[in-house]
């Protein structure tokens, strides 16, 4: 129930005034809707049912003056009034549909935008929680079903309002028989409400489902090199079209509970009216004119009651998704940054003076598992290149995300220049460091859009020189399109070591005080390496060098190397001498490498 009244606070804080205007709108076209329904009695009168009297309805007198007028006159009247309402009535409910969509469709902007920067300003912790499908799945399939659950609110306030003034009408007519109605329609209304619970399981089912659905495509989609190659697409066109049943399986229930609902009523409906009609005649002997036009009101009416069953099971079964929407914002909230983004290149910059230093840190990605690093101290000096080697699974990308200050440490400290690395500190730190993953990530879009992103107003001698840097100038030159060549999708129509390099010439045209490099130089040829190491070279004393290297030969000329084994720091010193401890892990590594090659 919370969550109802979350939404409804919601839509209304976001709609405000928009939304009373919305609730005039719908209380005109039902007073209009009455007062049209309510004309038919004189024009029924004036060509002769109910023996030309209509004396015994409420209001009746206002059509007295019509009596002494030509049949033909006193029908034109009522003809020309009646469609002149009905045709402002039409303007107006095209008016409530165009301020309904805008409420919809305005309430769902604000929403996504309001999801989505909630998860752009979550942290790397909760990134690694979570499934990047589950947060695709939110920011389309629910919020989509939450726009279709804000135009049934919409339309359920409509009918309710519509009800109500029609039971108001009623009651002018037979406060009995409308009585009697409303007795019977509240408790088939009590009835209803397993059918609404019923129809919120399957909602919740279709969350599920849904979610599911929606990571098994990304994943398989993500990894068709390795189905196509191995050969398991009918293994995984069987999980498809075992999600596909399972989904056709759970909307076709919910119409038949939908459906079956509405058969209910219409049967209902049936008995209704038969027992009016004995009733009014029968029982209240109630002028032919009052029955008629109780019966007219009911008759419209009963549907729109039936519908308000309706929209509240459709809602109900749409009400999850807003709920899933409530808790990926909590959950962002609860796991947002300690500061507040700032547009790319406007946040402050803060030299590294002294250098990063950890005192006992030890991390867990999950709690009660094993470390990922334990009891980690080190100190990284600015202005020289330290190196992180180790066996794979060792902790070195650890490592650089904890100095990076993606993640915090459960216990001990990294500091940057004896500050710990929190609010305006952490953006800062930040904003001073060129980052190049382990699997580059490029947009879809030209060389140069992806470049001047990190640097907007670049000019072409910057880009060229941060290509050149990278020993990706003369293959940039050769491109169809140079600079303006579009990449591919996460710019597959380049190699890896093509990627590997744009992506490091991206980093370095930020000039970043301290430049960290994760395997970036991994998928490079040896000759390309070379001309990288030299360019890294020449950047010694001027940045901050972190590298992360499994070819040991790239990292010959660090000031310092740090290994690291399953997660502790086993060995740190210059390259030489940890060549030279011939029992240590360095000399071993060394060693796999050299009999590699
Ligand atoms: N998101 C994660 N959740 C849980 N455990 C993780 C996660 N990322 C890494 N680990 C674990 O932490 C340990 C260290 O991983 P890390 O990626 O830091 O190693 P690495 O030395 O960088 O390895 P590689 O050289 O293969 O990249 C590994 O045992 C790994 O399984």
């Not at 799945?137 to 609110?153: F, I, K, Y």
């Not at 007795?183 to 409400?193: F, K, N, P, Q, T």
């Not at 293994?235 to 058969?263: D, P």
């Not at 991390?363 to 020289?384: K, M, R, S, T, V």
């Amino acid at each position: 129930m919370n969550i109802v009244r979350n939404y409804v606070n919601e839509l209304r804080q976001y709609a405000g005034k928009r939304l009373y205007g919305y609730v005039l709108l719908m209380l005109l076209i039902s007073v209009l809707d009455m007062i049209t329904l309510y004309m038919l009695i004189p024009l029924l009168s004036l060509i002769g049912v109910f023996g030309g009297s209509t004396g015994s309805l409420p209001f009746a007198q206002l059509f007295e003056p019509l009596k002494g007028l030509p049949l033909v006159t006193s029908l034109a009247i009522v003809l020309g009034l009646y469609s002149v309402l009905t045709i402002v009535q039409g303007f107006m409910q095209r008016q409530q549909a165009i301020v309904g969509a805008e409420i919809q469709q305005g309430f769902i902007k604000s929403l996504r935008l309001r999801v989505y920067r909630s998860i752009m300003r979550s942290n790397w912790t909760f990134f690694l929680r979570k499934r990047k499908s589950d947060l695709s799945h939110m920011l389309t399939t629910e919020l989509a079903r939450v726009s279709q659950g804000t135009n049934l609110v919409l339309m359920l306030a409509t009918s309710i309002l519509f009800t109500v003034l029609q039971i108001g009408f009623a009651m002018v007519i037979s406060v009995k028989m409308t009585l009697i109605v409303l007795i019977g329609g509240g408790l088939l209304a009590l009835y209803s409400r397993r059918f609404v619970r019923k129809s919120k399981a399957y909602g919740d089912r279709m969350t599920e489902l849904s979610q599911d659905y929606f990571s098994g495509i990304q994943e398989n989609l993500n990894g068709i090199k390795d189905i196509k190659s191995n050969m398991l697409e009918a293994s995984h066109f069987n999980w498809f079209r075992n999600m596909a049943n399972r989904l056709e399986y759970n909307l076709i229930q919910q119409v038949r509970l939908n459906s079956m609902t509405q058969l209910i009523y219409k049967l209902i409906s049936v008995v209704f009216i038969i027992g009016f009609i004995v009733l009014s005649a029968q029982v209240f002997q109630l002028q032919p004119e009052r029955s008629v036009l109780i019966i007219l009101i009911f008759a419209r009416l009963w549907p729109r009651f039936s519908g308000i069953q309706s929209y509240l099971e459709y809602i109900s079964a749409l009400i999850p998704a807003f709920h899933a929407l409530s808790k990926l914002q909590k959950e962002c909230q609860q796991s947002e940054e300690s500061y507040r983004p700032v547009a790319h290149g406007t946040g402050p910059v803060q030299p590294l003076q002294d250098g990063i230093r950890c005192t006992d840190v030890t991390f867990h990605y999950n709690e009660g598992h094993a470390a990922a690093l334990q009891q980690i101290n080190l100190f990284i000096p600015a202005g020289q290149m330290t190196a992180i080697a180790g066996r794979s699974g060792a902790g070195k990308s650890t490592l650089i995300d904890l100095l990076m200050g993606l993640m915090e440490p459960q216990q001990g400290a990294v500091e940057v220049d004896g500050q710990r690395l929190t609010g305006e500190r952490l953006l800062s730190w930040r904003n001073s460091i060129g980052y190049v993953a382990q699997e580059p990530f490029l947009f879809h879009s030209s060389i140069r859009d992806n470049l001047l992103l990190v640097k907007p107003d670049a000019t072409e001698d910057d880009l060229w020189e941060a290509l050149e840097f990278a020993a990706c100038d003369e293959f940039v030159r050769r491109l169809p399109e140079g600079l303006d060549t579009i990449i591919g999708d996460r710019g597959v129509r380049l190699s890896g070591g093509e990627r590997q390099r744009v992506v490091l010439a991206r980093a370095i045209l930020r000039k970043p005080e301290v430049l960290i490099l994760d395997e970036a130089t991994s998928s490079l040829d040896t000759e390309n390496e070379a001309k990288v190491q030299a360019a890294l070279d020449k950047l010694k004393g001027r940045i901050t060098l972190i590298v992360i290297a499994h070819r040991l030969s790239t990292i010959r000329n660090a000031d310092q190397v740090v290994v690291v084994d399953d997660g502790r720091i086993v060995q740190m010193g210059e390259f030489g001498q940890l060549s030279r401890e011939t029992k240590g892990t360095f000399h071993q590594l060394l060693g796999y490498q050299n009999a590699a090659q």
